[in-house]
């Protein structure tokens, strides 16, 4: 659809219409959860609904803090997180690195269950891995949750491999002939150049961190240990809901990472595309 | 599946000319890559092949955490197979995959081909479309839960102003998944970032060379871009086809776990999880848990033997 002439200009109107048509659909119900976050009770039920409402009640955020304990929560999810971030980021390039640049037998054979390992399905694992952390008796505790990411994750030893793959080969031979040893090689010529997918990575572990629904929902039982994603469920009542302090709630977890991306976009947009198009 | 270059791994060493020295540098890189791998190595045997078999093994025990299991052999796969809810599991996430993958796909598309058109003010539309994919799967559900109330709903109320009297949505048999469908292309945000760099990719003298053949818009889109954009496309079937046998997150805290209404929610991987870890019959779960791997390969499989027909791979890498 690109063309060397452009478009013509009711051409051009008409995809600016559908685009803000479209847009607005997409954007929408993010608004709305930023709109019912303020709204005062009087006004939730209102017919028809209003999107800026004519009183706004901050308080709801405060309220939603203590309703849950919000900052518990909190604690226990950047635990997680940060502790499954600092695991992959010590483990995924040195793998990546042995399948990369170190011209041994395995490499290839290795990458190959790598890709294979990538397609498998969480489930088929799953109860095996309970059962094991259950008699060790870690059920319950935050530990499954962050462990394994120290033991490489298939997706991101992917990633940095193919970015390993496309730096220039005369690096490390180089310095191999000058007899740095393998460690130095990587510590300090490999590591700094990958940094730009160092930091993908380490973003898209934070946000399957902060996002994970499933890992949390198996081995945590206790509220005192809940992330966020289980503790915003406190708000559901048996037939409904507290509205405005679950959606403010929604609001304090989706904002960081919408403020993320703005700040490190490109790496962002390079863990998605990697994948796909490489 | 992507092109990948192996090049590096058949690189040789340094040249060498005695035999012994040679042989002994080559265990010495041996020795570094296992070394290097050792987490990686480790985490393969620990997480994924060991429990893998472990979970076949679990299949043909009635194990459940409160006592240990007795040895069944098929037992748990043939009352799976006169399981009722087992297949209205089963119904339900063909139903969705067959629906959503493809549905997702034609967006993503249209999105990302006009997405890439050269107007004003493109980056703005980009980040527009791309921010719902950022928002996580739990507040959705509660957002769209909210959006899709059908009585103070906003989306009923838009229906309503144009004179369409809302469903029921999640409330409904019949509309659950829609709705479900509905929720999830929301998010398709990074799909068409995807297809967005796919089309950057495409060399624009093709384009040129097709105007002065005369080929207008559409021609040119249907015999150059929809061609050159498969590989991408095949990427995302094969991933989106994955990941939707696996929907979970979003059925699950829509219905609070319980598949309502009338079992119309009740996907595959819920009904295992919740033999697993609602009813302990891990068992049980684990059965499914291998079908569901063995669904998964046949489906890969069978995607990935089509690909000759209908992938077109550029000349390139």
């Not at chain 1, 033991?151 to 491999?161: C, E, K, N, V």
């Not at chain 1, 496309?166 to 031979?173: F, R, S, T, Y």
């Not at chain 2, 570094?32 to 987490?39: C, E, K, M, S």
């Not at chain 2, 990719?201 to 954009?229: C, E, F, K, M, N």
Request: net charge positive; aromatic share 16%.
């Amino acid at each position: 659809m690109a063309t060397r002439k452009g478009l013509g200009a009711v051409q051009t109107v008409l995809i600016h219409a559908f685009l803000i048509v479209v847009g607005l659909f997409f954007l929408s119900p993010f608004l709305w959860m930023v709109s019912t976050s303020i709204k005062p009770n009087s006004e939730l039920f209102l017919w028809p609904p209003k999107w800026i409402p004519d009183v706004m009640e901050w308080s709801n955020y405060p309220k939603a803090i203590d309703y849950i304990p919000f900052f518990k929560y909190l604690a226990n999810t950047v635990t997680i997180a940060g502790l499954a971030t600092v695991g992959v980021l010590l483990s995924c390039p040195l793998v990546a690195y042995s399948l990369a640049r170190i011209p041994w037998k395995g490499a290839k054979p290795l990458f190959a269950v790598t890709l294979m390992v990538m397609m498998l399905p969480y489930q088929a694992t799953m109860i095996p891995i309970f059962i094991a952390f259950k008699n060790l008796g870690l059920v319950g505790t935050k530990m499954p949750l962050w462990f394994p990411a120290f033991f490489g994750a298939p997706f991101y030893i992917f990633l940095l491999r193919q970015f390993f793959m496309g730096l220039p080969k005369e690096l490390e031979d180089a310095a191999r002939i000058d007899g740095a040893s393998e460690m130095r090689i990587y510590g300090q010529i490999m590591l700094p150049l990958c940094r730009p997918a160092l930091l993908t990575i380490a973003l898209f572990q934070l946000m399957g961190s902060w996002n994970d629904y499933q890992g949390p929902l198996i081995y945590l039982s206790d509220e005192s240990q809940y992330t966020l994603m289980l503790g915003v469920q406190g708000f559901k009542t048996q037939h409904s809901a507290e509205w405005q302090m679950m959606m403010a709630t929604l609001v304090m977890i989706t904002f960081p990472i919408i403020l993320l991306y703005f700040f490190v976009q490109k790496a962002f947009i390079r863990g998605i595309t990697f994948s796909g198009i490489k | 599946m992507p092109a990948i270059e192996t090049s590096a791994v058949q690189r040789t060493a340094p040249v060498s000319g005695i035999k012994r020295t040679k042989s002994g540098f080559e265990r010495k890189i041996t020795l570094f890559g296992v070394l290097f791998a050792l987490p990686w190595i480790v985490g393969l045997l620990l997480f994924h092949a060991f429990p893998l078999i472990m979970s076949a093994y679990y299949s043909m025990t009635s194990y459940s955490i409160l006592e240990p299991g007795e040895w069944v052999g098929f037992a748990n796969y043939k009352t799976l197979f006169q399981d009722e809810v087992f297949w209205i599991s089963i119904y339900n996430t063909l139903y969705y995959t067959v629906i959503f993958v493809p549905l997702s796909i034609v967006v993503g598309i249209i999105l990302a081909l006009l997405l890439n058109l050269k107007i004003r003010g493109q980056g703005i539309y980009r980040t527009l479309f791309f921010i719902p994919s950022l928002v996580p799967p739990i507040a959705t559900t509660i957002i769209w839960l909210w959006l899709l109330n059908p009585q103070f709903g906003l989306v009923n109320y838009w229906l309503d102003k144009i004179g369409i009297a809302g469903p029921p949505w999640i409330g409904s048999e019949f509309w659950s998944k829609p709705s479900l469908i509905l929720m999830s292309l929301w998010g398709t945000g990074q799909a068409v970032v995807i297809y967005l760099a796919g089309l950057q990719d495409i060399p624009q003298d093709y384009y040129d060379a097709a105007h002065v053949d005369g080929a207008g818009p559409w021609q040119r889109t249907r015999t150059i871009t929809l061609p050159l954009l498969t590989p991408v496309i095949f990427f995302n079937l094969i991933m989106g086809t994955i990941g939707a046998l696996q929907n979970f997150v979003l059925p699950y805290a829509l219905t609070n776990g319980q598949g309502t209404p009338a079992n119309s929610m009740m996907f595959y991987v819920m009904y295992l999880y919740r033999n697993g870890f609602g009813y302990l019959k891990m068992g049980y779960a684990s059965a499914m848990a291998w079908i569901l791997f063995l669904i998964v390969v046949l489906l890969t499989a069978i995607i990935f033997s089509s690909q000759k027909r209908w992938v077109h791979y550029q000349g390139k890498e």
